[in-house]
């Protein structure tokens, strides 16, 4: 909402994707991340790299870059952005079994990629349970967030990290 209007409804209350074309040209950068509970069995063989399937983190990483690229097919109001950069980060963390994905998108243009951030995050998580499932259907995805973005009209913003101020 800007002004007290919303922004992305013509003066009919229908849909609209917004006009950008006056906006300035900056550089943005989004980050988001997401997690997927796993059984230690998955775990283990995620380690092990040893799924029948091949490399789930591979095809994760690729996936979520992918799933960046095509954010505005997927999200109906979304912009077409020309990307320049997108990186997707996996770890295995102990406890609790998980995949911890962070995912990194930038572009120099007249919209923000917090979407196109979320979106490859989303999708990296989906891909692991893909090819994870055969091993654990019980594998939850959960914590997909924004965690900072950077650029534009309203500046530069972060997540707040538990217990700070």
Same mark, same amino acid.
């Given at each position: 909402?800007?002004n007290?209007?919303l &922004?992305? $409804?013509?003066?009919k209350?229908?849909? %609209?994707m =917004? +006009?950008?074309?006056? !906006?300035?040209?900056?550089?943005r950068? *989004?980050r /988001? &991340?997401g %997690? ?10 995620? !380690?092990?790299?040893?799924?029948a399937?091949g +490399?789930?983190? *591979? =095809?994760?990483?690729i996936?979520?870059?992918q ?9 109906? @109001?979304c912009?077409? @952005?020309? @990307?320049?950069? =997108?990186e997707?980060?996996?770890s295995?963390?102990?406890k609790?079994?998980? =995949? $911890?994905?962070?995912?990194? $998108?930038?572009?120099?243009y %007249? &919209?923000g990629v917090?979407m196109e951030?979320? &979106?490859?995050?989303s999708v *990296?998580?989906? /891909? ?11 594998? $939850? ?8 973005? !950077?650029g534009?009209r309203?500046g530069?913003?972060?997540i707040? !990290?538990a217990?700070?101020?």
């Amino acid at each position: 909402m800007r002004n007290g209007k919303l &922004t992305h $409804v013509n003066r009919k209350g229908e849909a %609209r994707m =917004v +006009d950008i074309t006056e !906006k300035e040209v900056t550089d943005r950068i *989004a980050r /988001a &991340t997401g %997690r997927v509970l796993i059984s230690s069995e998955l775990l283990k063989q995620l !380690k092990a790299d040893s799924l029948a399937k091949g +490399d789930a983190l *591979a =095809v994760a990483r690729i996936a979520g870059i992918q799933a960046a690229k095509r954010t505005a097919e997927l999200i109906p @109001l979304c912009h077409q @952005l020309p @990307l320049s950069e =997108v990186e997707i980060d996996i770890s295995l963390k102990e406890k609790p079994a998980s =995949v $911890v994905i962070e995912t990194f $998108v930038r572009t120099a243009y %007249r &919209t923000g990629v917090e979407m196109e951030a979320l &979106t490859a995050a989303s999708v *990296a998580a989906l /891909a692991i349970y893909d090819m994870g499932k055969s091993i654990d259907r019980g594998m $939850v995805i959960e914590n997909i967030r924004l965690i900072e973005k !950077k650029g534009g009209r309203s500046g530069h913003w972060k997540i707040r !990290k538990a217990g700070s101020k």
